[in-house]
C-alpha cells in the first residue's frame, strides 16, 4: 500500500465520486480541501504517474449503452501456467478485466478470472470460443457466469479517516 | 445539447445506442482516459472536437443525468490504495433482493451484482485497510447468516481499464 500524504488523501476522497462538470475542475476541487489549482493538477499528474490512479476521465456505464451482457469466465489453471495464460487473456479484445485470485478450496477451485461484455450473450459466447481457440484452452476447467442483476456498481470509495463522502451511484437495475 | 437529443438519450438509454449524436459518441469513446490536466479540461477537449466548452459541458452533464456515463474522475488500480476483495455468497432467492439491497447499502461495496450460478450474489469489498477489509467481511457474515467466499487478487493481468466501444466499425 503507497503513503499517501495528507493532502492526497484528501484530494482522492474528494475527487472519487467524479469532479464538477464546471470550467475549471481542479480549482473547483481545490477550493473544498485549501489546494491551489496548480496543486491539484501537480497532484493528479503525481497519482497517475506513480499508478495509483489508473486512469481519468470519462467512466462509462456499458450496461446503460446496451452492452447488456457480461460473463465473469473463471478458470481453473494449474499454478504454473497462470501467469503467462493471465497476460494472454488480458490482451485479448474483448476481455475488460483480468485478475489471478486466491483459489478457495476446496469448494472453489477457480484461479483465473477475467470479464467479458458484449451486446447480448450470444456475442459474449463468441468471444470466449475466439479465445480457447486462439489459446488453445480447450483442456482448461472453466465455468461461465453471467451477471442476472446488477444492483450496485460504482467507483471505489476510500476513506481514510472516520467520514464516508462517496456518492453512491446505485445501478439503475435491470439487464 | 438540443430538445430532439435529449429526447433520443431518454429513449436510447439501456437500449439502442445508434441514436447517440457524434459528439456523445466521441465523449463517450475517446475520453476514458487522459482527461487533460490543464486548468481548462472541457475547453480543451472541445477544441478537439471543433466544438464549445459549453457544448462539452452540457452533453457530459446530460450522460451524466442519464447514468450513461458514472461519472468524470479517476479509475484507481486496485490495491494501490488500501486493499480490495471479490466476495460471493450462496443467498436463498427469497431473501436474495433484501439482502442484495443491504450489501448495496454498505459504502466499501463498489460492484454487486446476481449471477447466474449456484454461488449467485458476487460483490466487491474495498477498504483502506486489510482490518477494516476483514472487519466487512466479518460484519456481512453477521448480518446476513450466511457464510462469505473471499476471493483476493494476486496478480492483475490487464493493464488498460478503457473500454472500445467500437463505434468505428459500425
Not at chain 1, 450470444?122 to 472453466?142: C, E, F, G, Q, T
Not at chain 2, 460471493?88 to 451484482?113: F, G, T, W
Request: charged share 20%; aromatic share 6%; with cysteine.
Amino acid at each position: 500500500m503507497d503513503n499517501l500524504t495528507e493532502s492526497e488523501q484528501r484530494l482522492i476522497e474528494t475527487i472519487q465520486g467524479g469532479l464538477p462538470l464546471v470550467a475549471r475542475p481542479y480549482a473547483a476541487v481545490g477550493e473544498q480541501i485549501g489546494l491551489t489549482e496548480a496543486e491539484v493538477i501537480a497532484s493528479l499528474a503525481h497519482l497517475i504517474q506513480i499508478g495509483v490512479i489508473k486512469r481519468l476521465g470519462i467512466v462509462v456505464r456499458h450496461r446503460q449503452l446496451g452492452y447488456r451482457a457480461n460473463a465473469m469466465v473463471v478458470w481453473d489453471v494449474p499454478d504454473a501456467q497462470v501467469t503467462a495464460i493471465g497476460q494472454q487473456l488480458g490482451q485479448f479484445d474483448g476481455v475488460s478485466l483480468c485478475y489471478r485470485r486466491a483459489r478457495h478450496l476446496p469448494e472453489w477451485p477457480y484461479n483465473l478470472y477475467c470479464m467479458i461484455h458484449g451486446k447480448d450473450r450470444n456475442a459474449v459466447l463468441r468471444d470466449l470460443d475466439k479465445l480457447i481457440a486462439i489459446y488453445n484452452l480447450s483442456h482448461i476447467p472453466h465455468q461461465v457466469l453471467f451477471s442476472r442483476r446488477c444492483f450496485k456498481q460504482s467507483g471505489a470509495c476510500y476513506t481514510f479517516r472516520s467520514v464516508t463522502i462517496c456518492l453512491p451511484q446505485r445501478a439503475a437495475g435491470g439487464g | 445539447m438540443n430538445t430532439k437529443s435529449m429526447a433520443m438519450l431518454t429513449s436510447i438509454n439501456g437500449s439502442d445506442h445508434s441514436q447517440l449524436n457524434s459528439l456523445q459518441k466521441s465523449l463517450l469513446n475517446d475520453f476514458q482516459k487522459d482527461l487533460p490536466l490543464s486548468p481548462t479540461p472541457y475547453a480543451d477537449i472541445a477544441m478537439q472536437l471543433g466544438v464549445t466548452e459549453a457544448e462539452v459541458l452540457e452533453t457530459l452533464q446530460e450522460l451524466q443525468k442519464h447514468q450513461i456515463i458514472g461519472r468524470v474522475g479517476p479509475v484507481f488500480q486496485p490495491h494501490r490504495i488500501g486493499t480490495s476483495t471479490l466476495a460471493a455468497m450462496i443467498v436463498p432467492k427469497e431473501r436474495l433482493q433484501s439482502v442484495a439491497d443491504y450489501l448495496s447499502s454498505l459504502p466499501e461495496i463498489n460492484h454487486n451484482y446476481e449471477r447466474e450460478h449456484h454461488i449467485n450474489l458476487w460483490f466487491v469489498i474495498t477498504a483502506t485497510s486489510e482490518a477494516h477489509l476483514q472487519a466487512v467481511l466479518n460484519e456481512i457474515a453477521q448480518n446476513t447468516g450466511i457464510k462469505v467466499m473471499s476471493l483476493p487478487i494476486l496478480e492483475n493481468y490487464h493493464l488498460d481499464f478503457s473500454f472500445d466501444l467500437k463505434w468505428r466499425n459500425e
